[in-house]
Every structure is written in C-alpha cells, then in structure tokens.
C-alpha cells in the first residue's frame, strides 16, 4: 500500500550521533555502528530502525548484549524493547559490495581487481549499510571510521572533515572522518580503493581555507580539471549570489562510471556519474562540457538547498531539487547564454515533463503518495519544480528573492523543511502572501493558457481575455485554478513595442509587465493603444504552461523578426513551425510553411544574430513535442513530416546559402575552443551541414565525412558520424568501424557510438539495437551502457520504437525483466518510455497494451518496475 504525505507523523526517535567503524572488503564488509538515541516521548515507545538484507552478527543495548526475546528483524525493520532516552545501541552487521548490483547502498564500480567501493543512499540506501531510522527528517552527527587493505584500498575516503589516520597490524590501515554538521543519512557517504586526484585549495569569502579534492581511476585523472575550474566557479558563484559559502575544510568529488543517476550531493563527498564529470576535448561535444559545468554547480548548490536545509520528508523532494535546478539554471544563464540556456531549459521541459503531466503517471511536484520514492525523482519534481521557484522569484524579483532566501536558511539551517517553510520564508520576508502558490505544488497537469485578444479602434483599447484549464489527471478531476504570471509585451505593426497603459493603473513607459491570472477567468483592458497590437506574451516562459493564442503566420513572424525576449522570438518560431507542421499538404505548401521558411530563410541571409541562436531556430519542435499535441499519434508520419517541413526550409534557403556558410563556419580549424562563439558555430555548422543533406545527399555526405576524419573535437566528429549514421549514408560503416576501433578504451566516448546508432529513424532501428547487443562491449550491467542503447531508442527515437508493427514493445518489456533483475531502478525509468501509448493509433496501441499486459504479469517483478508498469496501464 502507498505511503502517504498526509500520514506524516514526527520520529518516535531521534539519534543525536552516530558512530560507524567499518571493515572494508569486495565480498564482505562488516558494519558496526553505535547510536545515541534521544526520544522525548513520556511513554516509552519501541524502537523501530529500518535494515534491508543485513545479516545481523551483534546487537547490544546501553552496554548489554540483547538476546533473542530483546528484540526482533524481520520485513525490512529491527524491533527493539527497552530503550529509553539516551540509550547507546550497538550492532554489527555484514553486507556484501560485489554482489550488489543495484547500485545502491555500499557496491563495487568496476572489476573485482581494480575496481572500488562506493555508496549511494539517496533515497534509501542507508538502510541497506546499516540499522538507522532512515527517513531525511533525523539528523545526526556523524563520525565514520574506515578500516582496510592498503595495497587493495589505499584511499579511503568519508564525508566530513578527517580525524586521523594510521597503520593497522596485516598490511590494513585506517581513516576518520568527523562531520560537525548533523545530516540525514541519505548524505551518507564512503569511496575506498586506487584513485588519484588532483586537488586545489579555495578561501571561502567568510575566511575558511578549503582544499578542493576530484578523485577519479588513475586513466582518467586528466579528464577531471575542467570539473575542478566549474567547480570553483559554482563556489564564488553561490557566495556573491546567495552569501553562502562552503563549510567544511575538504570538500571531495569522486567519478564512478557505475552509477544510476546524474550525481549525488553527499556532504563533503560528491559522487558523480563519470559522464557529468570527466571532461576533455577528444571525448566531450560541448553540450556535455556544459552539462559538466551544471551538474558540478547542481550537486555544490545541494550544500545549502538541500544539506543545511534538508527535507522534512519525501513528499518534499522539490523542496530541495526544484530550487537546486533552479539555481543551477540561473548559473549556468550567467556562466554562458542566458537566453540560450533558457530556450534549451524549456525545450527540456517540454521533451520530457509535458508528456509526464499529460499521461498516466502524472503527478504533483509534491506528489500526494508513491510506492517506490525512486520512481519520483521526475522531471516534474526536478524542471517543473524549478519553474515553480522561478514564477515565485519572478514575484518577488531579484531582490525580495535573496531576502527570502537569507530568511529561508536563517529559519531552517541545520533542520528538515518543507515547502510550506520555503513559501512563508520567501513571503515573510517581503510581507507578501505566497500562499496561493502551494496549489501549483499539490496539483498535477500542465494549465492551458488561453489568451484572446480584441481591439477597440474607437476607444483605442485593448482587451486581453486569459483563461485557464487543467485537463484531469489520474484521481484528480476537478482542477483549481492556479496564478499564473504572465509577462507581456504589445509590438505594433512596424514591429516596435508600446508603452503599456493597464485600465486603472497610473500612466507609465513601460513596454514590458506582469499579469498574474489568478481566477478561470480574467479581462485586461490596456489603453491608449494606437493600432491593433500584436500581443508577445509569456515572455521568457514566465509560467509552465501551454499557451493557446490564435495567432495568424504573420503575426508570428513578425514577433520572430522584432521580438528583442530572445526566448519569445524563438518561440515565434516554434509556434510557426507548429502551424506549418499542421497545414503542411504534399507538394503544396500551405501559408504557415510558406511564413517560417520565408522568416527564416531572411534570418538566415541577413540578420547578424547570434550563430547558436539560428541554429535553435532553424531547429523545428522535436516529434515528441508534436505527438504531445496528437490524440491518435503515428510517430512515423511525424518523422516523415517533420522532415518534409525542413527540406521545404533547406530548397528555401538555397543550396548555394547553405553551402557558402558549412564552408565559410568550417574554415575555422585547429585546436577546438570552448568560447561561446566558437561553440555557436559549431552549433550552426551541424545544422547547416543538416539541412544541406536534405537538398544535397550526396555532397553533404562527402561533407560530412571530411568533416569527421579532419575533426578535432568531439562535437565537429559526433555530429558528422550521426549525419552519416542517420540518414544511412554509404560513408556510415567505416567512420562507425573507425570509431569503434579509436574508442575502444573509452567508456562514454563508445556510449556515443550506441547512442548514434539506436537513433537510428524508423523501422531500420530495431534490427541496429539487436545487433548491437552482441557488441562484445554491450552490458546490462552498466546503466550508462544500457540507457545509450536502450534508452536512447526506446525514450528518444519515437519513429524507431513505435514501428508500426510493435515488434520494439515485446522486445524491451523483455530487456526490462531482465534489467529489473540486476537494477530495479534502471528498469522502471527505462518502462517510462512506455509513457503516452494510450494515444498512439489503434494498431500500435493495442501491441502495446499486449507487452505492457503481459509484461505485468511476469513474476518477481521489483515495485520499482511494477508501479511504473502499473501506473502506465492505469491498473
Ligand atoms: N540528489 C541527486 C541529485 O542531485 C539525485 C539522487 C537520486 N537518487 C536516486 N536514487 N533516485 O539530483
Ligand atoms: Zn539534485
């Protein structure tokens, strides 16, 4: 049965510290802990700690070996009888690294030769190391002492600062680490084996010298400086933008590539995925580089939106992930683009939390219930959330924002919160009332925004009309309505802004404001309005939503021309493409494609913008972003109408256009720079060369190949090889077979190589990922290994795994028994590309529906598996 947000109930117990002395080996390690319990409780209540899968070898209360009857394990929790305030518990259990393979918990990345030991226990892995009441709202003082092999385990590394270190008897020594800092165990956090590092020291702004440590296998130990340089940036970035700096004297990153997730925030012990770490230039395309620089910045901003401040429960997750993405968007907008950062962040929105917020396992940001609290770390928990926090910021503006926050880590440092907290701190502080948006967080789907607008020539008024409607989701029919900001701007027809003049407010110049709808319903009158304006609205995407405008060709491209919001002039383009896309005919173009190939085309030739920012909108909406808008989806005619939309934009700019810039951005060579203009030719570069391929196969291809035997950088060679890969160009099989060879030794570099490949459109694709299961180098085993074949066709090539004849379905619900042997929580992400089925057209809907039916029955299924499974069919 679900556990529920509204069943909260405070600890019974809490530990004030907790001491662990543990005996690192591959097969066996031995875990003795000691707890100071504290209860406040006047009735003496039972002690209950959870403990998956340990063999318990010793337990002992206030200094007294319990027997039997003292106590009892059984269902994932240790009972015990007689402990009072104060008490001192002790127990000795063992667990065993190598043949955990769910990567959670204490495990072994890598062989059993080389390899070495880590953690992870967010959300719940502490319990499977040790007895403890593992829920986030029970910090403790940690003092972890390490014990091993020195050949076999010379580093050892805890979170917190060290305490000494020394020489055991039998070639084994020893390390501590003290953490002053109380923290819940899902921070928690041990590395033990070979790893270099490289390291640097950093003087906070409040005076504190800290020796910044990146620890990775010694191959890759050169990879890690770019990582280290992002880092220290994310640390002068958080003290000058927040006032908060780090706090305590070590702070250490270890790379794994044996990991679920992106990274992990323990306290003082970041553990990355290697591919958001290790970066260099002949194994990193830029975006990665960039997403590197985001995660280092997401996980060190976890120190205080997350650690200092930690969550009161599961439910408030967002609490901590929604603001931590929010400021790692904010950084990363300062750092590079802002308004590229913030087209790609809701394009990311779009591609992966609409389709979540539209289907069967949509949910709040603060989910109400879950099984399985793994299968809730969403993009709707994460990229919504942090649209939550920017529509809240934007309130206060940047200000009030900082005044919030500094009274949100005065009221909460040091205990766990919730969003209520976070909403009266930021309100509080600006005496404003927040309230009303708690029900963004407590309800599901994504609001349509439906904008009408009338203009009054005699009256020279202008009447906006907003209204708003939630669809239903799963359990939850009746909608309320939500405040929803809207950012606006009037363009006359020249493509100049008006100053705006809202009915009852006081005259001013302003050619930019807010709106906030906060009922079904609302009228805005603006006066003085000379001519019918064109309203640019949402600007910036000041709120998550869908917003419905009846705009005519032109008047988007007008806004796509004049609009000086970098994000809304983008967007102009994609709702032009959008209105292209469904009025498209054979060989006669309708206006709209007429509109966006003539807009662009003009950009293209004329304008003197920014090359990353026409390569964006030269770029259609992606084919999940079209399905989304489809009640009966065939990803195949998608796939071919997308394309036919943009070979009617490449005939439009020509050849020769298209040609003259692929030579004119190729004639920079040498050594790839990480500028931001360099990265934006690049950018362009690819999606010249792209378009070209369109009108121009087979020069392109010769293009391409070139393009990829001459390429210095990673980003120049994979977008060469996935041109040739994609479109199966005849060149494709020896710069594949090149690659293969080249990276043979280079895990993340040969994840691109199956990624290519199983992006592969259409009915070719499944027949590509078969094959390319018996790669000697493919593995189940490996998570970025499994999502760089499995994943990228099953969750990014919709033409591919929805072939007509559903044969892709049987095939990955099978692979996803499979993983869900090793992985649990690999296999349900991989089952929510399932998601959205219910909507394809009748004859793919109904395979699917078979493989998920049967797929549920199998058994043994893990409740990671079967709750995405469960929910995805609405059983
Ligand atoms: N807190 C980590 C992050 O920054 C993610 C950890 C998720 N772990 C998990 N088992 N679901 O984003
Ligand atoms: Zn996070």
């Known amino acids: ?376 770390y969403t993009a709707t928990v994460y990229e919504k959330g942090s649209e939550l926090v920017r529509m809240v910021a934007g309130r206060l503006g940047q200000e009030g924002f900082r005044r919030g926050m500094d009274l949100y880590f005065q009221r909460h440092d040091g205990h766990a919160a919730t969003i209520e907290d976070f909403l009266a701190a930021l309100g509080d502080a600006n005496h404003i009332d927040l309230t009303a948006y708690l029900a963004w967080y407590s309800q599901a789907g994504t609001p349509h925004l439906h904008a009408k607008g009338e203009y009054d020539a005699t009256r020279q008024e202008y009447t906006l009309t907003l209204s708003q409607l939630t669809r239903p989701t799963p359990g939850d029919a009746e909608k309320k309505p939500l405040p929803i900001p809207v950012k606006l701007s009037l363009f006359n027809r020249a493509g100049q802004m008006l100053p705006l003049q809202l009915n009852g407010e006081a005259q001013g110049d302003s050619v930019e404001k807010v709106i906030v709808l906060g009922r079904p319903t609302q009228r805005f009158v603006f006066k003085q309005v000379p001519s019918a304006p064109v309203p640019s609205l949402l600007r910036g995407f000041s709120a998550p939503v869908v917003l419905e405008y009846d705009y005519s060709p032109d008047e988007l491209a007008l806004l796509l021309a004049h609009d000086v919001d970098g994000f809304n002039r983008w967007e102009a383009g994609q709702q032009l493409a959008m209105l292209a896309f469904d009025t498209l005919r054979d060989g006669d173009d309708s206006t709209a494609c007429k509109a966006w190939c003539n807009a662009l085309a003009a950009l293209f030739t004329h304008d003197a913008m920014d090359d990353a920012l026409l390569a964006d909108l030269l770029t259609p909406p992606g084919e999940i972003e079209f399905a989304d808008r489809q009640s009966e989806v065939d990803p195949a005619r998608i796939h071919a109408q997308r394309e036919t939309m943009q070979l009617r934009l490449a005939e439009r700019i020509g050849i020769d256009a298209l040609l003259a810039r692929y030579r004119a951005l190729a004639a920079h060579v040498g050594e790839p720079q990480l500028d931001a203009m360099s990265q934006a030719g690049r950018r362009l570069k690819r999606r010249v060369l792209e378009l070209l391929a369109l009108v121009d196969a087979e020069q392109a291809y010769v293009l391409a190949a070139r393009q990829y035997d001459m390429a210095s950088g990673m980003t120049d060679r994979l977008a060469a090889l996935s041109l040739l890969v994609r479109r199966c160009a005849p060149q494709a099989a020896s710069a594949l077979a090149h690659f293969r060879e080249r990276y043979a030794g280079n895990p993340l570099a040969l994840d691109k190589w199956f990624n290519v490949q199983a992006q592969v459109p259409g009915e070719p694709a499944l027949a590509v990922v078969k094959n390319l299961e018996s790669d000697p180098a493919f593995t189940l085993k490996n998570p970025n290994r499994a999502r760089s074949l499995l994943g990228a066709f099953a969750s990014t090539n919709p033409s591919g795994f929805h072939r007509a004849d559903g044969a892709a379905y049987p095939f990955v619900a099978e692979r996803l028994v499979q993983l869900d042997a090793l992985n649990p929580q690999i296999a349900a992400r991989l089952a929510t590309a399932f998601n959205g089925w219910q909507r394809l057209e009748p004859q793919r809907r109904s395979a699917a529906r078979q493989a998920l039916e049967a797929l549920v029955q199998r058994e043994g299924l893990s409740p990671n598996l079967s709750e995405i499974v469960g929910n995805v069919l609405q059983h």
């Not at 679900?2 to 066996?28: C, K, N, T």
């Not at 908060?244 to 070590?250: G, W």
């Not at 997730?261 to 260099?280: T, V």
């Open 1 to 376: 049965s679900p556990i529920r947000l509204r069943d909260y109930r405070p600890p019974a117990w809490s530990v004030e510290a907790i001491e662990l002395e543990i005996d690192l080996g591959i097969d066996s390690t031995e875990v003795s802990s000691r707890l100071t319990l504290r209860s406040d409780a006047s009735q003496p209540t039972p002690l209950r700690l959870d403990g998956e899968g340990l063999e318990l070898l010793a337990i002992a209360l206030d200094g007294r070996k319990l027997e039997a009857q003292d106590y009892h394990y059984g269902q994932s929790v240790l009972e015990i009888h007689g402990a009072r305030d104060g008490s001192v518990l002790e127990t000795r259990v063992r667990v065993q690294p190598a043949a955990n393979t769910t990567l959670e918990g204490l495990y072994l990345s890598g062989s059993r030769e080389h390899g070495f030991l880590l953690t992870q226990c967010e959300a719940e892995g502490f319990r499977h190391i040790s007895f403890f009441p593992d829920r986030p709202d029970v910090l403790a003082r940690y003092t972890v002492t390490l014990r091993a092999d020195r050949e076999r385990f010379p580093v050892l590394l805890a979170g917190g600062n060290p305490a000494g270190s020394g020489d055991l008897p039998d070639g084994r020594h020893w390390a501590r680490f003290v953490d002053p800092h109380p923290k819940p165990s899902y921070l928690f956090a041990l590395v033990a084996g070979r790893l270099q590092n490289i390291q640097r020291n950093y003087l906070t702004a409040d005076g504190r010298q800290v020796q910044l440590v990146i620890w990775s296998e010694a191959n890759v130990i050169d990879s890690c400086h770019y990582a280290l340089d992002a880092l220290e940036r994310s640390m002068r970035w958080d003290e000058r933008s927040y006032g908060r700096s780090f706090d305590l004297d070590v702070f250490h990153v270890v790379a794994t590539h044996d990991f679920n997730m992106g990274a992990m925030e323990n306290k003082g012990l970041n553990i990355f995925n290697a591919k958001y770490l290790l970066a260099d230039p002949d194994t990193s395309t830029d975006d990665e580089y960039r997403a590197v620089e985001a995660v280092v910045a997401h996980e060190y901003f976890h120190n205080w939106t997350g650690n200092r401040v930690t969550c009161r429960d599961w439910f408030q997750l967002s609490l901590k992930e929604g603001l931590t993405v929010f400021r790692e968007q904010q950084f990363s907008a300062d750092m590079n683009s802002a308004p590229l950062k913030r087209i790609e962040d809701v394009a990311l929105l779009r591609r992966t939390q609409f389709p979540e917020d539209a289907g069967p396992l949509a949910h709040p940001v603060r989910p109400a219930e879950y099984r399985e609290i793994n299968n809730f």
